[in-house]
């Protein structure tokens, strides 16, 4: 008797059990579909498009279903959430192939890191116009090609660009984030001179080496005007626009030798002047304290004039050139 029981109370337990499993199940699901349809489609369509492009290791088909995002958590590989948003991508040497789309990220715009480091991604780099949190952007190690867009040089909190090992072709865009610590180009097929501005001048030899193309500093290659690029383009271009492509390169070189000039002529002023300028403290220094004897001669002759000379004496000595011009006499 005690043994059909026995079930009987087992499975009412489990009975209960079931609903208490359904009702916690259902009104979070719930209030998370409705989540869901009011913010969450956008970001995870974006993900479902990049998936369906992509090829690699891990089967990101059978892996990343359901909703993306679960509040500040995620259960699709690679995926990090905060307030229901994307806010990283990262999917690191699992041999990801394909292309992605200018705009496959478009509909990300929480994303603070993306890393597709050591795949064998391929085409033009996407764009991200629309990333106001993008902080770290890995993509080195791949088989990029084409420019990298001038946009890269406007994502606002960028840190971190490492594109190495690469086949990225064109110059480098003039990035000057304040935000951007870590740069690296190297091992691309850049060209051209790295812009001079005070950010890219702060990174390593290393960040930029490893492209036949690029010149000038922090290289230690220099861009001459005989080098390789100028020349090719520079004749066939100078009959149809004789303006700007041909005086645009001497005078960039013009005022920085002119420069370069001045420079010398000022360090030389310099080094004759500042001797001059000693001797000539040392000199009026030496005709002060003269003077002050023979002032001290007057203060013994007499006099209620002494303690205004004093004074003026005093602050003379602070600047030694308005009262040195009996003494600049003496010297001549
Ligand atoms: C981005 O989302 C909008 C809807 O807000 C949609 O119309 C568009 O196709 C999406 N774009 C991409 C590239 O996913
Ligand atoms: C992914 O791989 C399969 C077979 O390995 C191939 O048919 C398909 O075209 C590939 N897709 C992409 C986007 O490379
Ligand atoms: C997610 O985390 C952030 C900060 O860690 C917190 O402020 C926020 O309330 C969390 N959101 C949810 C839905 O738990
Ligand atoms: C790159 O990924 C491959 C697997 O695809 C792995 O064997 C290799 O160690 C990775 N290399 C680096 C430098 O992480
Ligand atoms: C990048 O996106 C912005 C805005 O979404 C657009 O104006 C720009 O033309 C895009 N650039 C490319 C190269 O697709
Ligand atoms: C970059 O390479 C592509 C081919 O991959 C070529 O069409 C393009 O002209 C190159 N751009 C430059 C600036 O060399
Ligand atoms: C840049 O990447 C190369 C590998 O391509 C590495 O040797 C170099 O140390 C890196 N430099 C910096 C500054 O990260």
Redesign the pocket.
């Known amino acids: 008797m005690q043994l059909p029981e026995a079930p009987q109370k087992i499975v009412s337990d489990r009975d209960r059990v079931m609903w208490l499993v359904l009702l916690f199940l259902v009104f979070p699901l719930s209030q998370g579909i409705s989540n869901v349809d009011d913010f969450l489609?956008?970001e995870r369509?974006?993900l479902i498009?990049l998936r369906e492009t992509l090829n690699s290791t891990i089967n990101l088909h059978s892996i990343w279903t359901g909703p993306p995002c679960i509040k500040n958590h995620s259960r699709w590989f690679g995926i990090n959430c905060l307030n229901w948003h994307v806010t990283s991508l990262v999917l690191e040497g699992v041999q990801l192939s394909g292309s992605l789309?200018p705009?496959?990220?478009?509909?990300l715009t929480a994303l603070r890191r993306l890393s597709f480091k050591n795949n064998s991604l391929f085409g033009t780099l996407p764009n991200f116009s629309n990333h106001p949190y993008l902080q770290f952007l890995q993509l080195s190690d791949n088989q990029f090609s084409g420019p990298i867009p001038g946009n890269f040089a406007e994502i606002p909190q960028l840190f971190e660009l490492q594109m190495e090992g690469n086949s990225l072709n064109g110059t480098i865009p003039p990035f000057n984030q304040r935000t951007l610590k870590i740069f690296n180009v190297s091992n691309n097929l850049l060209e051209g001179q790295i812009p001079g501005t005070p950010v890219l001048q702060s990174f390593p030899v290393s960040s930029f080496v490893g492209n036949p193309g690029l010149c000038g500093k922090p290289l230690y290659e220099t861009c001459t005007p005989s080098a390789p690029t100028i020349p090719i383009t520079a004749p066939p271009l100078s009959p149809s626009l004789p303006g700007p492509p041909t005086p645009f390169v001497p005078p960039s070189e013009g005022p920085s030798k002119s420069f370069e000039v001045w420079g010398i002529v000022l360090i030389v002023v310099a080094a004759t002047l500042v001797p001059l300028s000693v001797m000539l403290v040392f000199f009026c220094y030496y005709g002060r304290i003269y003077r002050k004897k023979s002032y001290g001669e007057e203060q013994e002759n007499g006099g209620s004039l002494k303690p205004s000379t004093r004074a003026a004496n005093k602050q003379g000595h602070g600047q030694p050139r308005p009262g040195s011009g009996p003494d600049l006499d003496r010297i001549m």
């Open positions: 489609p956008v369509d974006a498009e789309k705009d496959s990220f478009k509909n």
